[in-house]
């Protein structure tokens, strides 16, 4: 069949990227061959996103220029998966572009899903109906076994690798889409998940970054004990040929949260690092959003992760103008940005998805300028204290694992030969760039911290 070039789009988390390279993998298994442009392909596939109404209206407009494209090209199929495909079914199938709708529960079928609409040129959904039904935690389910066949490193990123340890969320924050598109918590198997990690080491890969909505609630009972992320993590450092564990994201909670600190202060493999979102610095807003702690709580929280991992980085997010966020709302958050210290964080406007609690009962009642304003001056107080934090590695010998070259390298860094510039992690996940062969993406590296800016350290190789 020389049809089967397919395309593949993606947006969204990291959650998004690992479902994209599942497919991606499953496809090439299936004797499609991946092109990089929409020009080549026959298929065209897009991974979406429904967490932000901006995320969607990309999508809208990619799938609005892929209908001028069918206009010269009739036999494009043009599929659309991911949690926009689970949020909006049938109605997404309406579109005149669109062929497959496919939500991230059925990506096991995508292959026969492309292969049908090739075939016979009709249109093909497949979602779940009742997405908040309790999914079966056995081993053996349809995902599972895809996620097991296809989990194998993407080497998008040379020498890193994602690994899902949980699906779905159940935390149901009021302005989140996710618990209706990817469904109710599902904790993998340990054993599948510590044999995708020695599968990926035998494979090259050096970093595993452990992936869960919630990561910190992945639980999993055996006959023997319940596994928890910190028992996962343990385990997980156990295998030869893997030096960094990551995990993200973590909902700030203390069930396992001394556990996971001390794996953390105890294996030399697992980077201190933590990314856990606060949202908001106001009591007020955090009842509204259904977080279920205060700004308080959440402060000890972090000052207790600092007393047991004590060089731990710690990263944020938060959302402006919620409903109701009043200007006395907003100074609290903040302040506890500023008490926070965070080493980066990630800063929201806040818009409405259909779908959710917030949507469904609470009016958008912050005017856009306003919301605008307070995300600038949020990501100011963040970018003084990045600044003042990272001017503290000045100098300093460290160990980064290097992800390859530089797709916009930095202008201010200092040129080192004919060498590009690399662009490295550390193991508290600051992105550091410094020139070097391209030989070392995938590797570690030694450098030495010479300049630094709020997001980026500037380094040489020692
Ligand atoms: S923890 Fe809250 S914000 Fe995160 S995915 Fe679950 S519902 Fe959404």
Same mark, same amino acid.
């Given at each position: 069949?020389?049809?089967?070039?397919?395309?593949? *789009?993606?947006?969204? &988390?990291?959650?998004?990227?690992?479902?994209?390279?599942?497919?991606?993998?499953?496809?090439?298994?299936? +004797?499609?061959?991946?092109?990089?442009?929409?020009?080549?392909?026959?298929?065209?596939?897009?991974?979406?996103?429904?967490?932000?109404?901006?995320?969607?209206?990309?999508?809208?407009?990619?799938?609005?220029?892929?209908?001028?494209?069918?206009?010269?090209?009739? #036999?494009?199929?043009?599929?659309?998966?991911?949690?926009?495909?689970?949020?909006?079914?049938?109605?997404?199938?309406?579109? %005149?572009?669109?062929?497959?709708?496919?939500?991230?529960?059925? @990506?096991?079928? @995508?292959?026969?899903?492309?292969?049908?609409?090739?075939?016979?040129?009709?249109?093909?959904?497949?979602?779940?109906?009742?997405?908040?039904?309790?999914?079966?935690?056995?081993?053996?389910?349809?995902?599972?076994? =895809?996620?097991?066949?296809?989990?194998?490193?993407?080497?998008?990123?040379?020498?890193? /690798?994602?690994?899902?340890?949980?699906?779905? &969320?159940?935390?149901?924050?009021?302005?989140?889409?996710?618990?209706?598109?990817?469904?109710?918590?599902?904790?993998?198997?340990? %054993?599948?998940? !510590?044999?995708?990690?020695?599968?990926?080491?035998?494979?090259?890969?050096?970093?595993?970054?452990?992936?869960?909505?919630?990561?910190?609630?992945?639980?999993?009972?055996?006959? %023997?004990?319940?596994?928890?992320? /910190?028992?996962?993590?343990?385990?997980?450092?156990?295998?030869?040929?893997?030096?960094?564990?990551?995990?993200?994201?973590?909902?700030?909670?203390?069930?396992?949260? #001394?556990?996971?600190?001390?794996?953390?202060?105890?294996?030399?493999?697992?980077?201190?690092?933590?990314?856990?979102?606060?949202?908001?610095?106001?009591?007020?807003?955090?009842?509204?959003?259904?977080?279920?702690?205060?700004?308080?709580?959440?402060?000890?929280?972090? #000052? *207790? /992760?600092?007393?047991?991992?004590?060089?731990?980085?710690?990263?944020?997010?938060?959302?402006?103008?919620?409903?109701?966020?009043?200007?006395?709302?907003?100074?609290?958050?903040?302040?506890?940005?500023?008490?926070?210290?965070?080493?980066?964080?990630?800063? =929201?406007?806040?818009?409405?998805?259909?779908?959710?609690?917030?949507?469904?009962?609470?009016?958008?009642? $912050?005017?856009?300028?306003?919301?605008?304003?307070?995300?600038?001056?949020?990501?100011? $107080?963040? %970018?003084? @204290?990045?600044?003042?934090?990272?001017?503290?590695?000045? +100098?300093?010998? !460290?160990?980064?694992?290097?992800?390859?070259?530089?797709?916009?390298?930095?202008?201010?860094? /200092?040129?080192?030969?004919?060498?590009?510039?690399?662009?490295?992690?550390?193991? +508290?996940?600051? @992105?550091?760039? =410094?020139?070097?062969?391209?030989?070392?993406?995938?590797? =570690?590296?030694?450098?030495? !911290?010479?300049?630094?800016?709020?997001?980026?350290?500037?380094?040489?190789?020692?």
């Amino acid at each position: 069949m020389d049809n089967k070039k397919v395309h593949i *789009k993606s947006f969204g &988390c990291q959650m998004n990227k690992l479902d994209t390279a599942l497919v991606r993998s499953a496809l090439d298994a299936a +004797g499609f061959v991946l092109v990089e442009s929409v020009k080549e392909a026959n298929v065209v596939l897009i991974n979406t996103c429904s967490v932000r109404d901006h995320a969607e209206q990309r999508v809208l407009s990619h799938l609005g220029h892929l209908k001028h494209i069918k206009e010269s090209k009739p #036999d494009l199929v043009v599929g659309v998966i991911g949690c926009m495909a689970q949020r909006l079914g049938e109605k997404l199938l309406e579109h %005149e572009a669109v062929s497959i709708v496919c939500g991230p529960a059925q @990506i096991p079928q @995508i292959a026969d899903l492309v292969t049908e609409a090739l075939r016979h040129n009709k249109k093909e959904l497949s979602v779940t109906e009742q997405i908040r039904k309790p999914a079966p935690q056995t081993g053996s389910d349809a995902l599972e076994e =895809f996620e097991s066949a296809y989990g194998l490193a993407d080497k998008q990123v040379p020498g890193q /690798a994602f690994v899902r340890a949980m699906r779905g &969320c159940n935390k149901f924050c009021t302005y989140c889409i996710v618990p209706y598109v990817r469904g109710p918590e599902v904790s993998r198997q340990p %054993e599948a998940i !510590i044999d995708q990690i020695k599968r990926l080491a035998d494979d090259g890969i050096k970093q595993v970054t452990l992936l869960g909505q919630a990561v910190n609630s992945y639980q999993y009972k055996t006959a %023997e004990k319940t596994w928890s992320l /910190a028992d996962l993590l343990a385990a997980a450092a156990e295998v030869e040929g893997i030096k960094w564990l990551k995990f993200i994201t973590n909902y700030p909670s203390e069930k396992y949260f #001394d556990e996971i600190l001390h794996v953390m202060a105890d294996s030399p493999k697992v980077c201190p690092h933590l990314h856990i979102p606060a949202q908001s610095g106001s009591d007020k807003i955090l009842r509204a959003m259904n977080r279920r702690y205060t700004a308080d709580w959440y402060l000890a929280l972090l #000052d *207790k /992760a600092r007393d047991i991992v004590p060089d731990i980085a710690i990263a944020g997010d938060f959302i402006v103008g919620f409903p109701d966020e009043t200007q006395d709302d907003f100074e609290r958050t903040v302040d506890l940005v500023k008490k926070a210290q965070y080493r980066n964080c990630f800063v =929201f406007k806040y818009s409405p998805r259909p779908g959710t609690t917030a949507d469904k009962r609470l009016e958008d009642t $912050v005017a856009p300028e306003v919301k605008q304003a307070r995300n600038v001056e949020l990501l100011a $107080v963040q %970018e003084e @204290i990045s600044d003042r934090l990272s001017r503290s590695f000045l +100098g300093k010998d !460290i160990t980064v694992l290097v992800e390859g070259p530089s797709k916009k390298p930095h202008l201010n860094a /200092a040129a080192s030969g004919n060498n590009p510039q690399l662009v490295a992690r550390t193991a +508290g996940h600051w @992105i550091v760039v =410094f020139n070097g062969p391209k030989s070392l993406a995938g590797q =570690f590296a030694k450098v030495k !911290i010479t300049k630094t800016s709020p997001l980026t350290l500037f380094a040489r190789l020692t």
